[in-house]
């Protein structure tokens, strides 16, 4: 039975599922959304989610344990909604990987991932359908919308990266189905096939936030295509158009710890992969401190990144939510055993938002 509103699920259970698949065969579509304390723009994502021209099978919110009134403005504007109130703030990481458990274990096959500051445009969802469907080669492991800000113009911040080593096969079938093919994507508006999913391991909860949406979707794309899909549209609302080197302040230390996982770890990328992603990283951290107010902070962070990320590993994601009320499927290990604990001179979680 589907969780009460307000509360995790009972140890070992999930909403209701609603069948692997609908009538005429037609894969069944659960949307995830995680929020934190931003129910004014969860007022307006929810709507547009809903409102589709062809609309998920169901919807789940992950809600972070927020203290704004978001599960009561749910329960008593979105009765339709799968409501799932954590005890506590598991961060936008810990609320997709959730999330996805729940769409597992309910039998869903695709699971729609986006934030609470995501709008799509009516036709999102069945783009992605269609150009999945179109793509003439092995079945993507996700297909990933065009993000905008809210003046039209593409979202640096949420723009896939485009898989620099496609072949021209690849490159013709993701052209045949009107997309391109990606590499990694981000957790704003991503139709993720949830058997390959399963196969690669949830999101690292670990995490918190940033990275989380990189890492997992780069592990999921290491051996199976991705495609972005111009046609499907989302607004992402946030507050400042901009990239990922803009100024995050304290959050800075899970960027750099976050990153430096990644890169240790063999699962997401490829030996050179590895290397040129690093690569990049440093050139964007320099631009970060070129452009931040307040150096000091930024420099605090990246030295206790530094020394989290080399000398410890994210905990397993189950171990992470553990209590919370799912069973988790089991993660591969993503790291060796041996990592020593996280340190715990990290700081502790940000009170920006962190759905």
């Known amino acids: 039975m589907p ?4 509360a995790a699920p009972a140890p070992g259970t999930a909403p209701a599922a609603a069948g692997p698949a609908r009538a005429g065969g037609d894969v069944t579509v659960a949307a995830v959304v995680v929020t934190w304390n931003r129910l004014d723009l969860l007022r307006e ?4 989610v809903l ?4 609309p998920p099978d169901r919807v789940i919110v992950v809600d972070n344990a927020s203290t704004d009134g978001t599960p009561a403005a749910v329960r008593a504007d979105f009765p339709g909604v799968d409501l799932v109130s954590l005890p506590r703030n598991t961060g936008g990481a810990g609320g997709f990987a959730y999330g996805l458990a729940l769409a597992q274990a309910a039998g869903a096959g695709l699971a729609w ?3 609470d500051d995501t709008v799509p445009e009516p036709g999102a969802l069945g783009a992605l359908l269609q150009a999945r469907t179109a793509y003439s080669g092995p079945a993507p492991a996700l297909v990933a919308s065009k993000v905008v800000w809210t003046d039209g113009r593409p979202h640096p911040m949420n723009t896939p990266r485009v898989k620099p080593l496609a072949s021209r096969a690849e490159r013709a079938a993701a052209a045949a189905a009107g997309c391109v093919p990606v590499r990694s994507a981000s957790f704003v508006s991503v139709l993720t096939d949830l058997a390959a999913a399963q196969r690669s391991g949830l999101p690292q909860a670990d995490y918190f936030l940033w990275n989380d949406d990189f890492e997992f979707t780069a592990r999921l794309l290491r051996r199976s295509p991705g495609l972005l899909c111009p046609a499907s549209t989302v607004v992402h609302k946030t507050k400042a158009f901009g990239a ?3 100024d995050p302040g304290a959050r800075f230390f899970y960027e750099v710890r976050n990153k430096v996982w990644t890169l240790r770890s063999a699962a997401p990328l490829a030996a050179h992969e590895r290397v040129l992603y690093g690569g990049a ?3 964007r951290w320099a631009r970060t401190f070129a452009r931040s107010a307040d ?6 962070c990246l030295l206790r990144g530094l020394a989290a990320g080399v000398r410890s590993g994210p905990r397993p994601t189950a171990e992470v939510l553990a209590g919370l009320g799912v069973t988790m499927p089991p993660d591969p290990a993503l790291l060796a055993p ?5 340190l715990p001179d990290g700081p502790a979680p940000p009170a920006a938002n962190a759905s």
Not at 3 to 6: G, N, R, T, V, Y
Not at 45 to 48: T, V, Y
Not at 338 to 342: E, G, L, Q
């Open 113 to 115: 991932l986006m934030d």
């Open 51 to 54: 409102g589709q021209t062809r």
């Open 281 to 283: 990283t440093v050139r």
């Open 295 to 300: 150096r000091g902070t930024l420099a605090r």
């Open 244 to 246: 990922t080197d803009a």
């Open 45 to 48: 994502a929810l709507p547009a």
């Open 3 to 6: 969780p009460a509103p307000d």
């Open 338 to 342: 041996a990592d020593p604990p996280v």
